[in-house]
């Protein structure tokens, strides 16, 4: 059987939020497994959670315009396939309890994901991605910024707080593109508490800065996991970059000063632009307190 026929059924528990949860034997603390592109499966509370899901394989892993060309704004990009470079490495799960899109571009939520996900499956999504998620069939719900779901599992409490995600630099590009999800995940279980943030495909612009200062993720290793979107897509297309090279993330990591840094949305795609070697480079130059650890794909990484 392959992942697409995966089957959707099993016994499952009902949560305060109305989340379902499939019910399963307690697994002692969070685990992060990068699936490439910004694909996360993460564990914890005794919940699965699935983020910006792409399912895509080969050199037509999914149809998108392509913001690496240079193209007539008015008009509107090339759209055509786009390869992914390196094999997906499998999904861990039949069923997720829970769905986090930074934003519904196709190469965060591909044609393939799609036609897989069960459309009944909580998603949480930003705000002026609702309308078209619903369109799609999807059973969405907008987590506006700034905006906090407490959702209680079978071993523990995940709080998940969405803070703004800004595409570009360049405010007219930003405004076009829209401000998506980035997402503040705190989880506290019998084993201990832990605190993700998941920036979406964002910049260290003033909007990103201020929210996460209101959550207080600022400083002091405050939090444990710091995960930038890299790739510097767009170069020298019609939109510029619009998402972060390795300097601008080892800057963000500088600013925030978290216990580690695991950056994704880099290598997976010949969407991508940068590895995470510019990233490598500046850690080590820099010497931080933080620890950067380059996931591999397919890795389980334990918190």
């Not at 089957?7 to 109305?18: C, E, P």
């Not at 913001?67 to 990009?77: C, S, T």
């Not at 600022?218 to 090279?245: K, N």
């Not at 949305?265 to 931080?288: K, R």
Request: some cysteine; overall charge negative; proline content about 8%.
């Amino acid at each position: 059987m392959n992942r697409r026929q995966l089957l959707k059924s099993g016994a499952a528990l009902t949560l305060s939020s109305g989340l379902p949860a499939v019910a399963r034997a307690a697994q002692p603390g969070v685990s992060l497994r990068w699936l490439g592109g910004a694909m996360l499966e993460i564990e914890a509370a005794g919940l699965r959670v699935l983020t910006d899901p792409c399912l895509g394989e080969g050199p037509e892993a999914f149809v998108m315009g392509d913001p690496n060309e240079m193209f007539d704004l008015a008009r509107g990009p090339n759209v055509k396939p786009h390869a992914r470079l390196t094999p997906f490495p499998g999904l861990r799960h039949d069923r997720y309890d829970l769905v986090l899109l930074s934003h519904a571009h196709e190469d965060h939520f591909d044609q393939a994901a799609q036609a897989w996900l069960d459309p009944q499956l909580p998603m949480l999504v930003p705000q002026h991605e609702l309308a078209a998620v619903r369109q799609k069939g999807f059973a969405a719900s907008a987590l506006a910024h700034g905006e906090t779901r407490r959702i209680e599992g079978p071993e523990g409490v995940l709080r998940i707080t969405a803070t703004p995600a800004v595409h570009s630099e360049n405010p007219q590009v930003a405004r076009l593109l829209g401000v998506g999800n980035g997402y503040l995940i705190e989880v506290e279980t019998g084993f201990g508490a832990a605190r993700i943030y998941w920036s979406g495909d964002s910049f260290l612009v003033p909007p990103v800065w201020q929210a996460l200062k209101a959550v207080q993720v600022t400083g002091g290793g405050q939090l444990d996991v710091f995960i930038p979107h890299l790739g510097a897509v767009g170069g020298e297309g019609a939109l510029g970059q619009i998402s972060m090279g390795g300097a601008q993330a080892a800057e963000f990591a500088q600013r925030l000063a978290p216990k580690a840094v695991l950056p994704i949305h880099h290598s997976t795609y010949a969407l991508y632009q940068e590895g995470p070697e510019v990233l490598q480079q500046h850690h080590a130059e820099l010497a931080p307190r933080w620890q950067l650890r380059i996931p591999l794909e397919g890795e389980r990484i334990r918190l």
